[in-house]
């Protein structure tokens, strides 16, 4: 019974993403959130341009509210735009842009690298971005490209790794688009630092030692 009401909030959260998704392309979506309040449900969007979404005197924001109710998937929901600080590191924003690129003709591989390389740019840690689909001949593959540092798997890479997803529609067929990004705040938690060691507290150790040594000699 627990499990079909986590599958179904589940659902709910994917379907609610693809409407953003479609709803809010021209705003720049870039995610999205979904936290239970005893007033509702606060729904917090992320994007680059919040201008569109609210619009002259709320109507937009406003619209797109009445809009999300009416799909009733989820109890009193209330719409909160949040502006994307740095566009060029968040991972959904960045992978509709690489589907675009793709939709408009670019070679899969030059996309790749172009946004890998604009992520890196901004100060990323690292970035994993993988192409998948009829990317070249009828047969479908794989394109991966990496760079920086990243995690795949444990409780790290759910805290420090931020994902995003889209679809390119090409006329050989779907490419599929998945760009992971580890943001330059991330805590890693296998990182070190080499501390430099004063030479004159290591001279000091030296002469304490030797007056010890001394003390003894005397005793």
Not at 155 to 179: F, L
Request: glycine share 10%; aromatic share 4%; net charge positive.
């Amino acid at each position: 019974m627990i499990e079909k009401i986590f599958v179904a909030e589940g659902i709910k959260k994917v379907r609610m993403n693809e409407y953003f998704s479609k709803e809010l392309e021209r705003a720049g979506y870039g995610g999205m959130e979904i936290k239970r309040t005893p007033m509702g449900t606060q729904i917090t969007v992320h994007v680059e341009k919040p201008g569109m979404i609210i619009g002259k005197d709320g109507r937009r924001i406003k619209t797109l509210t009445d809009d999300v109710n009416r799909r009733q998937e989820l109890d009193n929901p209330q719409i909160d735009v949040q502006p994307i600080a740095v566009p060029d590191l968040s991972a959904p924003l960045m992978a509709n842009r690489l589907a675009k690129l793709i939709e408009r003709g670019w070679h899969f591989r030059r996309a790749g690298r172009s946004t890998l390389q604009r992520i890196m740019d901004k100060g990323a840690l690292g970035c994993e971005i993988i192409m998948s689909g009829k990317l070249k001949g009828p047969r479908g593959r794989m394109e991966k490209m990496i760079d920086g540092y990243i995690k795949h798997c444990g409780e790290v890479a759910e805290e420090i790794v931020d994902r995003g997803y889209a679809i390119a529609k090409t006329k050989s067929g779907v490419i599929g688009v998945r760009v992971w990004i580890v943001k330059p705040d991330a805590k890693r938690p296998d990182a070190f630092h080499i501390l430099a060691i004063n030479e004159n507290v290591k001279e000091e150790k030296g002469e304490k030692k030797e007056g010890e040594e001394g003390k003894e000699k005397k005793e």
